[in-house]
């Protein structure tokens, strides 16, 4: 069965720095292509990254670009989303997902709050 | 970037009934189109891909349609259980973007 179980959420103030990251299991990680897609209180979702399942490519929505870097270790199955600057409209549930075309797979979230 | 508009936002309905929901695109984005289910509290679920092809495990009452800029997800016969948010995703270059969502309630 495929898990993407992600961590790292938490309560930051804004300017703020945070890491997530998010475990994949029951499938082999290195083969598939990983996204991060996030969903603000009472809106909808949105895709914030990509990136190849060999981390050679990465892409970003133009609303963290140069602010969030993803990354990934195929020798833990680990995705992560480090975030910087972070802004009060950052605050989101932070979903990660498995696909370079479809997204096929996607984790039960973490929250990120950005508030002082 | 591509807009994604989904429409109705809400739509009322009744179990056992037939739910229609629009999605349309800004520019052509072929079939590269995919419906997921949201839940509070729970992962999306994808339900279409490829605009008419469900994924593993979906109930054939869910079906998709169209190409280009418009599409259709139906559901002939609703669930109790199929009550929750219904989001298309477009997939045909970068940025993907989603549509704002159509909430099937009762």
């Known amino acids: 069965e495929v898990q993407l179980v992600e961590a790292g959420g938490n309560l930051v103030q804004p300017g703020g720095s945070l890491t997530l990251s998010c475990a994949a299991s029951g499938f082999i990680f290195s083969d598939h292509a990983m996204n991060w897609a996030r969903q603000a209180p009472g809106k909808g979702l949105e895709w914030v990254s990509f990136?190849?399942?060999?981390?050679?490519?990465?892409i970003y929505a133009d609303s963290v670009r140069g602010r969030c870097t993803i990354s990934r270790d195929n020798s833990k199955n680990t995705v992560y989303l480090q975030m910087s600057s972070l802004r009060a409209e950052d605050t989101a549930i932070y979903f990660c997902?498995?696909?370079?075309?479809?997204?096929?797979?996607w984790g039960q979230g973490t929250t990120v709050t950005v508030s002082s | 970037e591509i807009v994604m508009t989904q429409s109705p936002v809400t739509l009322s309905v009744s179990p056992g009934e037939r739910a229609t929901l629009s999605c349309r695109a800004s520019e052509s984005v072929s079939t590269t189109l995919a419906w997921y289910q949201k839940k509070p509290g729970q992962a999306p679920r994808l339900l279409i891909y490829g605009a008419s092809t469900r994924a593993a495990g979906i109930p054939d009452r869910f079906s998709g349609s169209g190409s280009g800029t418009e599409f259709t997800l139906t559901i002939s016969s609703l669930q109790p259980e199929d009550f929750a948010v219904y989001y298309c995703l477009h997939y045909y270059k970068w940025p993907r973007t989603f549509g704002g969502g159509t909430n099937l309630e009762i």
């Open positions: 990136i190849s399942s060999m981390g050679g490519t990465t």
């Open positions: 997902a498995r696909g370079r075309t479809v997204i096929d797979a």
